[in-house]
């Protein structure tokens, strides 16, 4: 499979080192679209960052980030309280099982700290329903969004969304209280450049809440290019608990707490890619959908052990929250 000519490649250097002292680390492709091209994943010699090198420049890499890009879909304001139907026991123990979930799946996908509301930033909002959940909790809320069409979603939904890259945003005059971004520092080009100009928008104690796959866990060294996680190419960087730490120092913010998501969508998924490398096609799709199509009951059936890997540092999503540097 090889890549379009519409697509066009570049070679950079580690952001931290500015150097190319690196070690081959594996090759893979897209699996998530089947969409052409091999990339492959080198690590940092010296400071031990993995990205993807070389990868599709800015203005070509829209190719692989097609309009049913999953977060954009998955994050289209619906109203959830039209999805509700009553109906005894089992709507008694909906009621009883949903706040459970709800903490489960906030821990998983935007555990925040406790602040009053203020305003929020949320890079990479996709179609908006974070930014939207959290206007509905007395938040004023913004967005920035690459895909036209997903942030077009969001300011339809009465928004303030920038389209484009992070890198053209432009100067807010006020800081904000709290900057979010749910998987997205692993996509963009210039990490180190983007959290500096995050760490214009915020005060002393902003604080900035990013959650990334974490390449450093059991996951990444068991499946390597089936890992679910890896995304490639969209995913530029593969940071473990110490890169990550590494790249928030060099943008100007200090880590103060790493979380490792309870959740194990990521290993199911994986799982299926290998199933699907053995030849078991269905059962394999099947797995390797299940991050985008399980039922809550199936996250919850998984807690145990999810909570289990975590303790552990071992799940495949981590959520870091962290302060600027003085
Ligand atoms: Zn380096």
Not at 118 to 139: D, N, V, Y
Request: charge should be positive; aromatic fraction near 12%.
């Amino acid at each position: 499979m090889t890549i379009p000519n519409s697509v066009q490649l570049e070679d950079v250097p580690c952001p931290l080192c500015n150097d190319r002292n690196d070690k081959i680390i594996l090759r893979g492709h897209d699996l998530l679209y089947g969409l052409p091209g091999e990339f492959t994943i080198v690590q940092c010699l010296d400071c031990g960052l993995m990205r993807t090198n070389p990868r599709p420049t800015m203005e070509t890499m829209g190719f692989y980030y097609p309009d049913d890009y999953g977060p954009y879909i998955s994050t289209i304001i619906t109203d959830q309280n039209k999805r509700h139907k009553s109906g005894g026991v089992l709507d008694t123990l909906k009621k009883i099982i949903k706040p459970i979930y709800r903490k489960i799946v906030q821990f998983n996908t935007t555990c925040l700290p406790t602040m009053a509301p203020g305003r929020m930033l949320e890079p990479g909002c996709a179609s908006g329903s974070f930014l939207h959940q959290m206007a509905q909790k007395g938040w004023d809320v913004y967005g920035i969004e690459y895909s036209e069409k997903a942030a077009s979603a969001a300011r339809q939904a009465g928004y303030n969304v920038h389209i484009g890259p992070l890198e053209t945003a432009p100067d807010y005059h006020e800081p904000f209280d709290l900057i979010v971004g749910w998987m997205v520092l692993e996509h963009l080009q210039n990490p180190i450049r983007s959290l500096r100009k995050l760490r214009a928008w915020a005060w002393s104690d902003t604080w900035l809440v990013l959650s990334v796959p974490n390449a450093g866990s059991i996951e990444f060294s068991m499946f390597k290019h089936n890992w679910y996680a890896l995304h490639l190419p969209a995913h530029l960087y593969h940071f473990t608990p110490e890169t990550i730490t590494k790249v928030l120092a060099q943008g100007g913010w200090r880590v103060e707490r790493i979380f490792h998501q309870r959740s194990l969508s990521n290993l199911v998924a994986s799982f299926g890619y290998v199933l699907q490398d053995w030849g078991f096609n269905n059962l394999g799709r099947k797995l390797s959908d299940f991050p985008e199509k399980a039922g809550r009951y199936s996250h919850l059936g998984l807690y145990p052990f999810a909570w289990l890997l975590s303790q552990f540092g071992q799940t495949g999503r981590m959520t870091v929250w962290a302060r600027k540097t003085q």
